[in-house]
T-cell receptor, first 113, second 110 residues
Framework: KAGVTQTPRYLIKTRGQQVTLSCSPI?????VSWYQQTPGQGLQFLFE???????NKGNFPGRFSGRQFSNSRSEMNVSTLELGDSALYLC????????????FGSGTRLTVV | TQLLEQSPQFLSIQEGENLTVYCNSS?????LQWYRQEPGEGPVLLVT?????EVKKLKRLTFQFGDARKDSSLHITAAQPGDTGLYLC??????????FGTGTRLQVFP
């Protein structure tokens, strides 16, 4: 059974550019969540999608957005990149509801220069 | 703001020693999850506890959920170098949105 797949693994972008990250959840999982991990702030919730609908959103500016497709694959987009957006972006999927735990992907390491 | 405090922040021990990591909050959780993360990888789920007072064992790891469902602990017996990693607790408030703890970085030396 394939795990959660995130692409690309590494990305270097210039300040002001935009970026799109992709996540393919475990087959059959309809809930996909995104988290940002930085050394200073730890893991912080970005948003959660279920059946193409955003159900939850964290405290991030509007430059961070996402979407989910009918096959449960999800993308997140960050526009007008800032240096502080450099982080490991993690995607997680759940089949039984978040209360029972998540399977995380290996993440996309984004560096903004 | 929901906060999850983990202690200690860092732990450096010799192989064979025992250790306990604590996770505390002022809020009541629907469930409490423990993850381990290795460098360059995503967190891996170790256990989920949902009932106050619940104790779960996973080989040398023992997880306990507080009676009031506001705190949890992870105890490792006879630590091994393979236990090295970042241990994260995460609380779920029945909102499909995890609040992660500050993390405990464990280093076990042979």
């Amino acid at each position: 059974k394939a795990g959660v797949t995130q692409t690309p693994r590494y990305l270097i972008k210039t300040r002001g550019q935009q970026v799109t990250l992709s996540c393919s959840p475990i087959s059959g999982h309809r809930s996909v969540s995104w988290y940002q991990q930085t050394p200073g702030q730890g893991l912080q919730f970005l948003f959660e999608y279920f059946s193409e609908t955003q159900r939850n959103k964290g405290n991030f500016p509007g430059r961070f957005s996402g979407r989910q497709f009918s096959n449960s694959r999800s993308e997140m987009n960050v526009s007008t990149l800032e240096l502080g957006d450099s982080a490991l972006y993690l995607c997680a999927s759940s089949g039984q509801g978040g209360r029972y735990g998540y399977t995380f992907g290996s993440g996309t390491r984004l560096t903004v220069v | 703001t929901q906060l999850l405090e983990q202690s200690p922040q860092f732990l450096s021990i010799q192989e064979g020693e025992n250790l306990t990591v604590y996770c505390n909050s002022s809020s009541v959780f629907s469930s409490l999850q423990w993850y381990r993360q290795e460098p360059g990888e995503g967190p891996v789920l170790l256990v989920t506890v949902v009932t106050g007072g619940e104790v779960k064992k996973l080989k040398r790891l023992t997880f306990q959920f507080g009676d009031a469902r506001k705190d949890s602990s992870l105890h490792i017996t006879a630590a091994q170098p393979g236990d090295t990693g970042l241990y994260l607790c995460a609380g779920d408030y029945n909102t499909d949105k995890l609040i992660f703890g500050t993390g405990t970085r464990l280093q076990v030396f042979p």
